[in-house]
């Protein structure tokens, strides 16, 4: 139907592009992860397994994963306890505001992150928007202090950043569901709340299932909101990786955390969809 | 409507008694003043074209839609204040709306398990239902696994399984091909019998409508233009959108005086009162004029236009003398040309009232 050369054209530039910022930044990241540093701070491209020997020897790169998990655990089930609810206020009972909702959802999305990162700085700090609240009303006599720099900072930022990223499948499987499938189950005697366990909730799994992947894999890889509001107990494997590949000159051990981590998400991935794919009935 | 003697005598059986119901959708009118009543174990048909409002009111009684005025009862118990899910109505829709995640069994036991039924119970009446509609050999299997002629009967199954009172069918066989289509038509009247339940369908097709149907509402522009039995409203059709809609018919515009009726120069006995009038004439009430007439038959001369065969008789266009053109239906006949004498007895000629005059 096409000629080679029109295919060839319309092929070739995404084959590029992926070639080029994904294929090759990978195979570098790989060949780094076997390479190691001199102390004269050089990199010796000389393979060997040292730096995975190093990731299993220093408890505390685990210790990091772990705790970046649990963070990205905590905001995946704050961001679906949030998304969820509102998600299915906008699709079933937001009748003409919807729109104007559905925006209003999306508008913090267009705000730049680090915006949003230091506005929770502001609200949080000792003399930020929340203990001086707390000092006027009287339930505090001096700042409250772990509410900024900790786990609970990074948690409530991320919650904050990535709740609409949670929130949009599972609105859109939530719009997927044929209304007369509601309808029909109202027909058949169930209640609203019956209708919701029985119909809605199984129907709209797909939705959760790429939303609770978004927030959670979204979490777990970032570094500005435990750099601005983690402090030293709320570091994530990111910010390790940040500071290997920075001030620590360490880029072969980065390399080794960057694709144990890749490798994770990729694991996470695969078995969203696959478990998406099992609650799929369209 | 009906005078309070024809009210009490038939009170005794009616299920469901539509009362002055209106809806609008915004501005738009889509019922006016409706009242329409169903008889226990009647199968009533609402039929309409596309537009006319029979699905919402079909909606109104199951509850997915409220009336602006008017009331629905059901069994001396006011429905329309009750929420869908406390109505004794079950709905087939038309395009079955089975919950895809559920297999065919669990769609049919859903509605006994939501209403906390007995667990022995619920496997006793899904596994009948499921007979009835021949269906059990698929039990295990999800609706998308199964054709639609298999889907609607599961959605069949769904809905009677909960025995409601009332079951209303929203053109659910639209979807199907037409030999199954005919097929089906048959079973559901059938079935219909068997459990006794009364039906409300409705359908735009009005040969099904004649099939199935104890009685036929007709419905046009949000208003009843008539309700009787297939029989009556294609015998005696009250308007001429009945007639033309019900099966086909000549319409023959004139003028009633006295007992006479006066129309493109035919001039024939009425019942009808005196001024401008419409008759309705069915082209199989048409026959070609043999030497012996009977006394009442009207005779007029007319040459062929076209003829067509369709089996077991031929369909003829003519034009008679003051360019009035009848459709004439006649017993198969060999190749009809030229001028020829045809008759029809006057009471054929149904007074109908003018449709177009009302909106």
Known sequence: ?282 | MNSPATDARAAAAILLSIRQVAKSFGKLPVLRAISLHVDEGEFLTILGESGSGKTTLLRLIAGFEHADSGEIWMAGERLDPLPPYRRRVNTVFQSYALFPHLSVRDNVAYGLRVQKVAASDVEKRVDEALAMVKMTAFAASKPAKISGGQQQRVALARALVNRPRLLLLDEPLSALDANLRRQMQLELKSLQREVGISFVFVTHDQEEAMVMSDRIALLRNGSLEQVASPRDIYSRPATSYAAQFIGHTNLLRGRAEHGRARCHGLEFPTTAASGPAIFSLRPEHIRLADSAAGNDAVRFCASILTQSFHGATDLLQVECAEGLKLTVRVPSHGPLTGQHNFEFSAAHAIPVRDSEERT
């Open chain 1, 1 to 282: 139907m096409f000629s080679r050369a029109y295919k060839a054209a319309i092929t070739l530039p995404p084959l590029l592009w992926v070639a080029v910022f994904l294929l090759v930044p990978y195979a570098l990241l790989l060949c780094y992860s076997f390479w190691t540093v001199s102390p004269a701070q050089t990199i010796i491209h000389h393979w060997n397994l040292g730096n995975y020997r190093e990731l299993l020897r220093v408890h505390v790169y685990f210790e990091t994963l772990l705790r970046s998990m649990w963070i990205a655990a905590r905001v995946m089930l704050f961001a679906l306890l949030l998304g969820y609810p509102l998600a299915y206020y906008l699709s079933f009972h937001a009748g003409a505001r919807k729109d104007l909702l559905y925006q209003l959802v999306i508008i913090p999305l267009w705000v730049s992150y680090l915006v949003r990162a230091y506005a929770w700085k502001t609200i949080l700090g000792s003399d930020g928007v929340l203990n001086t609240l707390l000092q006027y009303v009287h339930l505090t006599r001096h700042p409250v202090e772990f509410l900024l720099y900790s786990p609970f900072a990074v948690v409530l930022t991320l919650t904050h950043i990535y709740t609409p990223f949670a929130f949009l499948p599972i609105y859109a499987s939530l719009e997927h569901i044929p209304r007369n499938l509601v309808e029909a189950s109202h027909d058949l005697g169930a209640s609203p709340l019956q209708t919701f366990w029985r119909v809605i909730l199984p129907l709209s799994i797909p939705g959760v299932l790429a939303g609770a992947t978004f927030a959670f894999v979204l979490s777990l890889g970032d570094f500005l909101a435990p750099l601005l509001l983690g402090g030293p107990s709320g570091i994530m494997i990111s910010n390790i990786v940040v500071s290997l590949f920075g001030a620590a000159y360490n880029w072969p051990l980065g390399a080794a955390i960057s694709l144990c981590m890749l490798l994770l998400v990729v694991g996470l991935l695969f078995l969203s969809e696959r478990l998406e794919k099992k609650w799929s009935y369209s």
